[in-house]
Every structure is written in structure tokens, then in C-alpha cells.
């Protein structure tokens, strides 16, 4: 939702950054897109780098949630390639017309380059985010975690109650604890080569 809301504010920015003139006055409602545009960038960001549930690990979260990531970086490259479209579209202009009266009004100019900026910066962190994630999975003990996720630490015993359902529903699939070993296996396998696609994507 969030994405395809922030398609339709880039629409509306780039139409009054574009048809906007030099001489017109400041264009009032440019700042106000290009402010919920940022907004909403912000909150996609900030689900994916910096928000975890209450009571899960933030790693675990992080590597459940690969579908944020995802929408982030769609996001993010929509505002930066619209902001890079209009900012080449004012530069075309100056070089053909040195006078300037035929460039973008100077609002819309900032407004394009504030975008630019944040849009660059979290594809910068967010493809930091996935390299953290990699240098994690890449540390041991990672078998063990998996397993007390699942089921719970032995001296967990309000959480062993709480995942006692769900404990039961992965002992029945998997086999019990040793098939469970076996599941964790794959399962942290399947993470790494995830990860390890995830750092092949083009992120600019």
C-alpha cells in the first residue's frame, strides 16, 4: 500500500514540478507531496532497519521480513529515478536556453535533489542492512537459536507454555527434535542463499 501510495504522490510531483515555470509562484503543493513522499519512505524504512515485534529477535525478524526489503528498495528507486528524470530535465533546459527562463522553477529543483538524496541514502543502508545480515548468518551457533526459536529455551518455561501448540505442530511435522536439527539446517541454509542473492541485486 505503502509503495503504490507513494507511485501516485510521484505522479503528482513530477506534473507540477514539470509544468511549473520559473516565474510562476513557489508551487505550494509540491512541498506538500515531496513531504509525504519522504514520509512514507521513512516508514518503510523504518519497518525494515529498525523495527522488530516485542519478544523477537531482531535478526529473526529481519530475516522473516525480506519482503520489506524488497518494497523498500522498489520504493526507493521510483523516487530517486523520478527526482533523476525531472533534475536531468532542468539541466536539458539550461543548456539549451542560458538564459534560464525556460528551466524549472528553483523550489521544484530542491525539492527533486531532497529526494534524490534520502531515495540514495536508504538504498545505501538498506544494501548495508543485507550485508549485516550475511556477516550474521555467517557467525556460529546459529543451529542452536534457530532450535530455542522454535521450541524454547529448556529454562524458558513461560515461553515453552506460551509455544507449546505451535512447538507440538513443528514436532509433528519435522519428526521430532532430531528431525528438527535437520529442518534448522535447511531452514539457515535457505536464509544464507536468500542473503546471499538478496547482495547480487542492483541497488542504484
Known amino acids: 500500500m505503502t509503495y503504490y501510495s507513494v507511485i ?7 506534473l507540477t514540478a514539470l509544468t511549473t515555470s520559473r516565474a510562476d509562484p513557489s508551487p505550494k503543493t509540491l512541498s506538500l507531496v515531496t513531504s509525504s513522499v519522504r514520509t512514507s519512505l521513512a516508514s ?22 525480506m519482503h520489506t526489503v524488497a518494497y523498500v528498495r522498489e520504493t526507493a528507486l521510483a523516487v530517486k529515478h523520478s527526482a533523476v528524470f525531472v533534475l536531468a530535465f532542468h539541466e536539458r533546459e ?11 522553477h528553483k523550489d ?14 536508504t538504498l545505501g543502508e538498506t544494501k548495508a ?30 515461553r515453552q507454555e506460551e509455544g507449546e501448540e505451535f512447538r507440538d505442530a513443528v514436532a ?9 536439527e535437520e529442518w ?11 542473503v546471499k542473492g538478496w547482495l547480487m541485486v542492483r541497488w542504484e
Open 172 to 180: 509433528r511435522v519435522t519428526g521430532g527434535k532430531e528431525a528438527a
Open 44 to 65: 518503510l524504512r523504518t519497518t525494515c532497519l529498525h523495527q522488530s515485534p516485542p519478544h523477537s529477535s531482531p535478526t529473526f525478524f529481519a530475516l522473516s521480513d
Open 129 to 158: 542492512h543485507v550485508q549485516k545480515l550475511k556477516e550474521l548468518l555467517g557467525e556460529g551457533g546459529w543451529l542452536d537459536r534457530v532450535l530455542e526459536w522454535t521450541f524454547g529455551r529448556e529454562d524458558d518455561h513461560e
Open 94 to 104: 539550461l543548456a539549451r536556453d542560458r538564459s534560464g527562463k525556460s528551466a524549472l
Open 8 to 14: 501516485s504522490l510521484l505522479a503528482a510531483a513530477l
Open 108 to 121: 521544484a529543483v530542491a525539492e527533486m535533489k531532497a529526494l534524490e538524496a534520502i531515495a540514495s541514502k
Open 184 to 194: 534448522a539446517g535447511k531452514l539457515l541454509e535457505s536464509w544464507r542463499e536468500g
